[in-house]
């Protein structure tokens, strides 16, 4: 079974751009969730998506959304980068109801 | 909203030994508690999890022990090595919250050789 996959690996951006991250899932699993990894605040919660349906949001400004597609696969955006929002953003997949997340190898977003 | 504290952010132990993180959490409804596992450049992997209706979970040199009353859990490793050498997080989560998890600030365990 192919597991979370995240593209791009990379990216760099300039301030003020916007970005789109992509995420497929484990197959089977229609939950879909983001979170932004930095070294300073660790792993931060930014949504949780269900079939399609967004069922969780953390604290992060509206600049940050994401959206899910009937295939289970999730995008988020970020527009207007600023140059904290430069880190590692990593997606996690998981089945109906609390179970294990699987976590993806995440985009290691730059903004300069 | 649900805050989950981790200590200690560093922890340096002799092959063999055996490591202890801690985590408390404040929401007495979080009720599903994973430890992930991060090696450096590489993604996090769940290595235990335990919920609330049991006390203790291990998974042969990895056990996890939960003490609701306190809102704590703690993760034990036993005869550590180097290879255990990684950042250890916790997380808490609420039946209501789906699948959204509070993660503590992580332990960076060396593991000395």
């Not at chain 2, 009720?31 to 999890?49: A, H, S, T, V």
């Not at chain 2, 996890?64 to 034990?76: E, G, I, P, Q, R």
Request: aromatic share 12%.
């Amino acid at each position: 079974k192919a597991g979370v996959t995240q593209t791009p690996r990379y990216l760099i951006k300039t301030r003020g751009q916007q970005v789109t991250l992509s995420c497929s899932p484990i197959s089977g699993h229609r939950s879909v969730s983001w979170y932004q990894q930095t070294p300073g605040q660790g792993l931060q919660f930014l949504f949780e998506y269900f079939s399609e349906t967004q069922r969780n949001k953390g604290n992060f400004p509206g600049r940050f959304s994401g959206r899910q597609f009937s295939n289970s696969r999730s995008e988020m955006n970020v527009s207007t980068l600023e140059l904290g929002d430069s880190a590692l953003y990593l997606c996690a997949s998981s089945l109906e109801g609390i179970t294990e997340a699987f976590f993806g190898q995440g985009t290691r977003l730059t903004v300069v | 909203g649900e805050n989950v504290e981790q200590h200690p952010s560093t922890l340096s132990v002799q092959e063999g030994d055996s490591a202890v993180i801690k985590c408390t959490y404040s929401d007495s409804a979080s009720n599903y508690f994973p430890w992930y596992k991060q090696e450096l450049g590489k993604r996090p992997q769940l290595i235990i999890d335990i919920r609330s209706n049991v006390g203790e979970k291990k998974d042969q040199r990895i056990a996890v022990t939960l003490n609701k009353t306190a809102k704590h859990f703690s993760l034990h490793i036993t005869e550590t090595q180097p290879e255990d050498s990684a950042v250890y997080f916790c997380a808490a989560s609420t039946l209501y919250n789906f699948n959204k998890f509070y993660f503590g600030s992580g332990t960076k365990l060396n593991v000395k050789p």
